[in-house]
Each structure stands twice: as structure tokens, then as C-alpha cells.
């Protein structure tokens, strides 16, 4: 068993949370009633171990890596981040945070994200939400969010012990967008346009603003790299290496 990696920065700790390789079906299948048609095929996907964040990043963690700067409209240490576009993220979060951790601290591809709210290795298939068929336990959505973001960890975990993988904010992935899963890598990696990248880039979740048919696992959605909401954050990821220690980042 693979213990979780505690991360301190500037006096803000977190968890990432491992995931153990293996394969799993990505997708919706034809018969379902609720699914839309850029949420398929369903195919196979096998793809190495990761660790993943239990929670969103949140304003605390955020505040710790930008120097106290909160783009938070909702603001709360405990409340995910959001009003941060994908180039936010990419081109200034993430370096600065490889630079203090030293660690190759990335977003997560869309399979990874998909594998981990599915419950990994062991629980990837059955449930329509992160960790319940029943939306109200595990997620923040239109319904029952008030208008507003939530305190990350407050409804339950999905099997793997992560929080808030359906509802509460969108979480951008690294992938580019493409209007369906036809000729996807099956191998876990991002699905990028390189080197054009002038597509859309993907987000998954749903989100406190969103009905349930939108936090359901396989649904898939899409914004400008640019693009900032007030329902749209983020989690991170770090890879795994053969012996099982953490990728280093490459100042």
C-alpha cells in the first residue's frame, strides 16, 4: 500500500493521493439515455500510477504559491480556487509551484481524472457520480449549493478517499477538446493537438452552478485556454515512476 505524499508550501500542507495503475472503460455507452455523443465511444484505457489531490486546490494553497494573490470570487481559505484560467494554471501556478516543491506537480490528463473519480484500479465501474449514485452525498450542485462554491471535503468521498470530483467547481485538464473519443490514446497520456494547440482545452466535474446530468463522471465539457468563471478550478497530479518515487521537476 502506497501511503499519501504531504506537501507543505509556505506553511500550507495538502495531500496527494495515490492511484494505483491499471485499466478502465472510458466513456458513456450507447444506451445511455443521459449521455452526450462527445462522451463517446466507450473504450479501453490503461495507464501507469499517479497521485492525485484529495481536494480542489484551494485559495489557501493558491495564496501559499502566488504570494497572498485570491482570484476568488467566493472567497474562503477552505473553498477551491476558481476565476483561474488554464493559462493561469499552466504558465504561472504550476511553475511556481515545481520551483518551491520541487516536484513535477501537473494537471491531470482527462483518462487520469476519469480513472480517479471512477474509483481507480478496483471501482471503475457502476457509479453515475464520484462515489455515489446519488448526487446530494458526494457533490455541490445546483440543487443544494445555495449559489455559491462550498468548503472542499464536506460531502464524501468517492472510494479512493477523494473529495469533490462531481460538483463544486469544474477541474481543467490538461487535454485539448475533440468532439468525440474517436482514435483517443489508450494509454493514459493528454490527447493534444501538437503543435497547434487552438482548440478548446477539456474540464470535467460539473459544478455548483450545474444539474446533476452535468456532474456525472463521463461528462465531458470545454473553454477557451484563456477562459475564467467563478465555477471553474482545478486539481493537480503528480506522476509516479517505475520504482514508485515521484518525477522530479526539471528546473
Given at each position: 500500500?502506497?501511503?499519501?505524499?504531504?506537501?507543505?508550501?509556505?506553511?500550507?500542507?495538502?495531500?496527494m493521493i495515490p492511484v494505483e495503475g491499471?485499466?478502465?472503460?472510458?466513456?458513456?455507452?450507447?444506451?445511455?439515455?443521459?449521455?452526450?455523443?462527445?462522451?463517446?465511444?466507450?473504450?479501453?484505457?490503461?495507464?501507469?500510477?499517479?497521485?492525485?489531490?484529495?481536494?480542489?486546490?484551494?485559495?489557501?494553497?493558491?495564496?501559499?504559491?502566488?504570494?497572498?494573490?485570491?482570484?476568488?470570487?467566493?472567497?474562503?481559505?477552505?473553498?477551491?480556487?476558481?476565476?483561474?484560467?488554464?493559462?493561469?494554471?499552466?504558465?504561472?501556478?504550476?511553475?511556481?509551484?515545481?520551483?518551491?516543491?520541487?516536484?513535477?506537480?501537473?494537471?491531470?490528463?482527462?483518462?487520469?481524472?476519469?480513472?480517479?473519480?471512477?474509483?481507480?484500479?478496483?471501482?471503475?465501474?457502476?457509479?453515475?457520480?464520484?462515489?455515489?449514485?446519488?448526487?446530494?452525498?458526494?457533490?455541490?450542485?445546483?440543487?443544494?449549493?445555495?449559489?455559491?462554491?462550498?468548503?472542499?471535503?464536506?460531502?464524501?468521498?468517492?472510494?479512493?478517499?477523494?473529495?469533490?470530483?462531481?460538483?463544486?467547481?469544474?477541474?481543467?485538464?490538461?487535454?485539448?477538446?475533440?468532439?468525440?473519443?474517436?482514435?483517443?490514446?489508450?494509454?493514459?497520456?493528454?490527447?493534444?493537438?501538437?503543435?497547434?494547440?487552438?482548440?478548446?482545452?477539456?474540464?470535467?466535474?460539473?459544478?455548483?452552478?450545474?444539474?446533476?446530468?452535468?456532474?456525472?463522471?463521463?461528462?465531458?465539457?470545454?473553454?477557451?485556454?484563456?477562459?475564467?468563471?467563478?465555477?471553474?478550478?482545478?486539481?493537480?497530479?503528480?506522476?509516479?515512476?517505475?520504482?514508485?518515487?515521484?518525477?522530479?521537476?526539471?528546473?
Open positions: 500500500m502506497i501511503d499519501p505524499h504531504k506537501e507543505m508550501i509556505n506553511g500550507c500542507e495538502f495531500l491499471g485499466t478502465f472503460d472510458m466513456g458513456s455507452p450507447d444506451d445511455d439515455t443521459e449521455a452526450y455523443s462527445y462522451e463517446k465511444p466507450k473504450h479501453r484505457v490503461a495507464l501507469p500510477g499517479f497521485y492525485i489531490g484529495k481536494y480542489p486546490v484551494t485559495q489557501d494553497l493558491w495564496k501559499a504559491v502566488m504570494s497572498g494573490e485570491n482570484p476568488s470570487d467566493f472567497e474562503g481559505d477552505d473553498h477551491p480556487v476558481e476565476q483561474v484560467s488554464w493559462d493561469d494554471i499552466t504558465k504561472i501556478f504550476l511553475p511556481q509551484l515545481r520551483r518551491l516543491s520541487g516536484l513535477h506537480y501537473r494537471l491531470p490528463t482527462e483518462a487520469e481524472w476519469g480513472y480517479a473519480a471512477r474509483g481507480g484500479k478496483y471501482h471503475t465501474e457502476g457509479y453515475k457520480y464520484a462515489g455515489s449514485d446519488r448526487l446530494k452525498d458526494v457533490g455541490w450542485f445546483s440543487n443544494n449549493s445555495e449559489g455559491e462554491t462550498k468548503p472542499v471535503g464536506q460531502k464524501q468521498p468517492n472510494q479512493l478517499g477523494i473529495y469533490d470530483m462531481s460538483g463544486n467547481v469544474w477541474e481543467w485538464c490538461e487535454d485539448d477538446w475533440h468532439n468525440n473519443y474517436q482514435n483517443a490514446p489508450e494509454n493514459g497520456l493528454a490527447w493534444i493537438n501538437d503543435p497547434d494547440r487552438g482548440t478548446p482545452r477539456v474540464y470535467r466535474g460539473g459544478s455548483w452552478t450545474n444539474a446533476a446530468r452535468y456532474c456525472r463522471v463521463a461528462l465531458r465539457n470545454r473553454a477557451a485556454p484563456g477562459h475564467r468563471a467563478l465555477n471553474t478550478g482545478f486539481r493537480l497530479v503528480l506522476s509516479m515512476q517505475a520504482d514508485g518515487r515521484l518525477v522530479p521537476a526539471f528546473l
